[in-house]
């Protein structure tokens, strides 16, 4: 039972290229989520899915895109990367509507140069 | 979201000594959650608390929620190396009449450092 899993650890952008962080989880959770933190700000919610083939926008989704087409699986697009999206991301899941606790993975830190 | 304020930004603390953090909102919540985040990994929930004045202790952690139900308060006894990371409150989205499907509203984090 490995929990939330991350792809990449790390990865260097240049701008306008384009790139997908995976975010995976074994424990049957219906809802996901994708934050971004940066210093001083906390954690902020870019997207979210309550459960395969649905997803919604959180707080910051602009330059962004997701998809759910699996349960295990919540992808989050990046078309044309700008500066402004280097960033650490963290993918979280959680049981569904009566279970609290949401479970994160260990963040990818992305740069775009 | 709504914003959480956290105060202080960051401690730096003899390993021994007792912590004392806290959380405000100009809105009300129902929910308050503090997480841990250690260097390097995700946040980890430590405590949740659901009652306006409920006290709840996880170890050497002990979270209140605030009567006014607009803050939040995390202590930490004895402090030791490995409290170092981020503590962050967290509470739900407000409802707007439907389910807030479970999305949180993070504060800025309180960075604590523990010297041995």
Known sequence: ?113 | GQQLNQSPQSMFIQEGEDVSMNCTSSSIFNTWLWYKQDPGEGPVLLIALYKAGELTSNGRLTAQFGITRKDSFLNISASIPSDVGIYFCAGPWPNAGGTSYGKLTFGQGTILTVHP
Not at chain 1, 60 to 66: A, H, I, K, L, S
Not at chain 1, 82 to 101: H, I, W
């Open chain 1, 1 to 113: 039972n490995a929990g939330v899993t991350q792809t990449p650890k790390f990865r260097v952008l240049k701008t306008g290229q384009s790139m997908t962080l995976l975010c995976a989880q074994d424990m049957n959770h219906e809802y996901m989520y994708w934050y971004r933190q940066d210093p001083g700000m906390g954690l902020r919610l870019i997207h979210y899915s309550v459960g395969e083939g649905t997803t919604a926008k959180g707080e910051v989704p602009d330059g962004y895109n997701v998809s759910r087409l699996k349960k295990q699986n919540f992808l989050l697009g990046l078309e044309s990367a700008a500066p402004s999206q280097t960033s650490v991301y963290f993918c979280a899941s959680r049981g569904g509507r009566t279970q609290e606790t949401q479970y994160f993975g260990p963040g990818t830190r992305l740069l775009v140069l």
